[in-house]
């Protein structure tokens, strides 16, 4: 009697009740294969932006600059123009579609052709960012992870969104935030993919361990952990920025959409665009060099040294609107790069330049710092620009290493996003699950 007792007990301590059911756990072991696959593949997209960036570093820039932005543009451009299945793959935003239109369907050659593609054009200076490409190439990995296990459409879609968590965690470095990207970009409203939530961790996971066994385990932009949030009089300077990121991602919206309108509107064949936008962002990069390429000196510059001065809070203004202008002809015109990271790179310049200012203007005794507020101001402008609110919380912490922030970035975030409900960069974003093909 004890021996089937004992196979009983057994049975019901390993295998009962729904937590090692197939239908939960089906999907873990491609999760982690997507993960594998993504991460290597971002691996690979990380040394072909070095080798990249080497190439074209040893160019002398300066002479250059009015036409090299162009001339990348437009060798992506063309790359992808042989490829008709690609000829709408632009980013995160085609990731989207791809899931509400397209039965989570990526195209393979994304893979290689998007990677050189984006390469090109930022690389030789055009104001964009490799988190667009990147998202599309996780997108790609579980799209084909779903096909090797001719898995159904639905599980398609949920093994695209765990490659899109997988690419932001690994290329960031920033795992949770990844992960929680993957299932709150779908929508512009605080609606979130449940069904992508466990999947998106697995694959996060296994991706950034990955990138991170060559790349190494900290920090993008390491900031000082002793810049913290201890005075609650903060919050209200922290309303102030709230109301300017408000403000500062309509412009960045509005002015990015009205350049993609006219140049869809323009009666001329696609690489003269990408051409034109490459001229007038090499124009904008030759007076203020700083918005070439990712921008990413910014961020480190804005969270590492102590800027003051009125000169200092002009210059993160002239960075900010030259930012977000030269992002708008460079992706706009039809160049392959993401927007994301420039929305990265505006926060963090208006921020700082807010902080300039409150530094400034309020008593010591308040403690504010120039470069809590620039960190504080990525988050809400990321929030409020693509509708990622628990994305950018979590991502300015894991990005930075400074997690004595959160509070502020909460509200900040808070504020923004809801101030600026019906505004977003990705124009594919429902705006709720009822409003999805997927969900009717």
């Known amino acids: 009697m004890a021996l089937p007792r004992l196979t009983s007990f057994l049975q019901k301590f390993f295998l009962a009740g729904k937590g090692l059911s197939f ?73 989207i579609l791809a899931y509400h239109r397209r039965h989570g369907y990526v195209p393979p050659a994304v893979l290689p052709i998007k990677s050189v593609a984006s390469v090109l054009t930022v690389a030789s200076g055009g104001s964009a960012g490799y988190e667009g490409p990147v998202t599309l190439l996780g997108a790609s990995c579980g799209s084909i992870v779903a096909s090797w296990f001719g898995l159904s459409r639905r599980a398609r879609r949920i093994l695209m969104t765990a490659g899109i968590s997988a690419g932001i965690a690994a290329l960031f470095q920033a795992p949770l935030a990844g992960a929680i990207f993957g299932f709150e970009v779908l929508y512009s409203s605080s609606d979130v993919e449940y069904d992508c939530i466990l999947p998106c961790f697995v694959a996060s996971t296994v991706a950034y361990t990955i990138f991170a066994c060559f790349f190494g385990w900290g920090a993008l932009f390491p900031m000082p952990t002793d810049i913290a949030y201890s005075n609650g009089l903060r919050l209200l300077p922290y309303f102030v920025l709230a109301l300017i990121v408000t403000f500062g991602v309509r412009f960045y919206i509005s002015g990015f959409n009205s350049v993609e309108r006219s140049f869809g509107s323009m009666n001329c064949p696609g690489w003269i665009k990408v051409v034109l936008g490459g001229i007038v962002t090499g124009i904008i990069g030759f007076f203020v060099p700083e918005v070439l390429g990712t921008s990413y000196p910014v961020i480190r510059q804005t969270l590492t040294e102590h800027l003051t001065g009125q000169s200092a809070c002009l210059a993160l203004l002239a960075i900010f609107f030259a930012k977000a202008v030269a992002t708008s002809f460079t992706v706009g015109s039809g160049g392959s790069g993401g927007v994301f990271a420039p929305a990265i790179v505006c926060g963090g310049a208006l921020g700082g330049a807010v902080g300039v200012f409150f530094e400034r203007v309020l008593p010591t005794s308040w403690g504010v710092h120039p470069a809590a507020f620039a960190l504080v101001g990525m988050a809400g402008f990321l929030a409020s620009a693509i509708r990622t609110p628990l994305t950018a919380i979590v991502m300015v912490a894991e990005i930075s290493g400074n997690h004595q922030l959160i509070v502020p970035a909460m509200w900040v975030c808070g504020i923004a996003f809801w101030l600026n409900n019906g505004w977003s960069l990705y124009r594919s974003q429902p705006h709720n699950r009822e409003a999805s093909p997927v969900h009717e």
């Open 23 to 95: 239908t939960t756990g089906k999907y873990f072991g491609q999760a982690v294969l997507v993960g594998v696959f993504s991460g290597f593949v971002v691996v690979g997209f990380r040394y072909l932006i070095d080798l990249g960036g080497s190439v074209i570093g040893s160019v002398p820039v300066r002479p250059l600059q009015l036409v090299l932005p162009a001339v990348g543009a437009l060798l992506g451009y063309l790359l992808i123009q042989r490829f008709d299945s690609l000829e709408h793959a632009r980013g995160t935003d085609s990731a």
